[in-house]
């Protein structure tokens, strides 16, 4: 833990990246269902709520896009402060809201600062990390996340109770704060070492590893090695540099192009983010009566959110990544199957007044559904929550690691905004049946990441262009992998 303390600090810097996102999904979940913002947006219906919804995620689409060309033009670092500054102006143009299509523009906005923040954080970390706790680093975006939705989640139940259009516009106005505090924090933050090689300030670079790595001490044998590899790395890396990102489809990243999408793509089809946008409406479809009762499940959804991703931050970099994705989809599934069945069997759709739905549960079945419901989260939060993150930014060399994490994050954005635009209309429309829909995506995802994902865990940055020059059917690359080890004694240090 002493040798990597800097690196920690470093990084759970940076991770309030995730903590934007985080709080402003959050937030809007809730908000959604408080009376005043309601009568001022004139009650929006649910093809309203989802464009609302989903215009966050079409800008963190095009925000993702441009992170690559800018975190390799203006660094890492400079990148992810450009993106505080943009945030911090969506969030006030959502704030000072008078009609829809300003809240619409400041979403859109915001959503552009937190597409550059959800490729550049991961990189960062990635970069600054050594091997033995790479997967543990870039898990602290996620638990931050989790950590923004469970303060949005408080802070909209605390301002819920105000009547005044002020229950609504103070919760969006506060994200402002940490996004001023990650851009203050980032200046006294490094460059990455990877970056100041890549663009000739070695002596920098050296003296960020021995900062992160030996308090400071450039003599370090183990700082010097890890410059070496890095320069080694970075000068392979320029002879087969990518010119555009039409180079990424050809061989031989083409695969790491195609997995990194992918993870990004199912992260998404696990469906947390109809489940943390909407569940105050799952919450009071599903028998839970009242604001105040569905708000307060919404709540403890986020506790368990948050404290079921400790146990990745803790193991991730034990467990591996194949085993935890497959572990995560088998019990995400499972849990959508029960909701299904039991949701389907026993509703009785009824429309109150305002025309929102009541599925009329028995009461037994109803808290069965809500349980299932956290289970859900609490197996995502310990398995596709943090790796969809780390998986994409370890796999790619140096020189198109931008640009490839920009692509990979953009498809995530992608889903996200279909998934939000939609999902309101499906949770009134088939209600167990998009519950169906997810369980047979968890299934098949099982077998997706048996066949297709390499085990990534432990391994340097420069190591992956072995890894993934076997056969890309990674359960029958195995053998190949451990004759490697076998013959470079390889061996991670996993003291952290």
């Known amino acids: 833990m002493s040798r990597n303390r800097q690196t920690y600090m470093v990084g759970s810097v940076s991770a309030l990246g995730g903590f934007l996102f985080g709080y402003d999904t959050g937030v809007m979940s809730s908000i959604l269902e408080m009376d005043y913002w309601k009568d001022y947006f004139h009650k929006p219906s649910s093809t309203g709520v989802g464009v609302i919804v989903a215009m966050l995620t079409a800008g963190c689409f095009v925000g993702s896009l ?161 410059l070496e590899d890095i320069k080694h790395a970075v000068q392979v890396d320029r002879e087969t540099a990518v010119r555009s990102y039409t180079e990424l489809i050809k061989f031989p990243i083409r695969r790491r192009v195609v997995l990194g999408v992918l993870i990004q793509i199912l992260q998404q089809l696990t469906g947390i983010n109809t489940t943390l946008y909407f569940a105050p409406t799952i919450f009071k479809q599903s028998g839970l009566t009242g604001d105040n009762a569905s708000l307060l499940a919404q709540g403890l959804n986020g506790v368990i959110n948050c404290l079921a991703t400790v146990p990745a931050i803790l193991w991730i970099d034990k467990w591996g990544r194949r085993k935890t994705l497959m572990f995560g989809s088998l019990a995400c599934g499972i849990s959508y199957f029960i909701q299904a069945v039991a949701t389907g069997a026993t509703q009785n759709k009824t429309y109150d007044d305002n025309g929102d739905l009541n599925l009329n549960m028995p009461t037994g079945v109803s808290y069965l559904v809500i349980v299932f419901i956290y289970i859900f989260v609490a197996s995502f939060a310990m398995s596709w929550g943090p790796i969809g993150w780390i998986y994409p930014s370890e796999i790619f060399p140096t020189r198109i690691r931008s640009k490839a994490n920009s692509v990979t994050t953009a498809s995530n954005w992608l889903f996200n905004f279909v998934i939000g635009l939609v999902s309101p209309i499906l949770i009134k429309r088939i209600t167990w049946g998009l519950d169906l829909i997810f369980a047979l995506i968890m299934f098949a995802s099982v077998a997706i990441v048996f066949l297709f994902f390499p085990e990534t865990k432990n391994r340097t940055l420069e190591e992956m262009e072995f890894i993934f020059g076997g056969s890309p059917w990674a359960h029958k690359d195995k053998k190949r992998i451990a004759e490697h080890d076998a013959t470079t004694n390889h061996y991670m240090d996993d003291k952290v």
């Not at 975190?71 to 006030?92: E, N, P, Q, W, Y």
Request: aromatic fraction near 10%; charged fraction near 15%; charge should be positive.
């Open 66 to 226: 441009f992170a690559g060309w800018l975190a390799d033009r203006l660094s890492r670092k400079r990148t992810i402060m450009l993106a505080c500054v943009v945030f911090s102006l969506g969030a006030a143009i959502q704030c000072g809201s008078r009609n829809r299509a300003m809240l619409i523009a400041g979403r859109f906005v915001a959503g552009l600062g937190v597409g550059v923040l959800s490729m550049a954080v991961p990189v960062f970390m990635s970069e600054i990390a050594p091997p033995s706790i790479r997967g543990r680093l870039v898990s602290l975006q996620q638990w931050a996340i989790t950590w923004g939705l469970l303060v949005a989640f408080w802070i909209d139940y605390g301002t819920h109770f105000i009547k005044s259009d002020a229950s609504w516009r103070i919760p969006m106005g506060i994200q402002i704060v940490p996004a001023l505090i990650l851009f203050v924090s980032m200046f006294f933050m490094p460059y990455t070492p990877r970056w100041l090689v890549d663009n000739g300030r070695e002596d920098e670079a050296l003296k960020v590893l021995a900062r992160l790595r030996s308090n400071g001490d450039i003599t370090d044998t183990g700082v010097v090695a890890e």
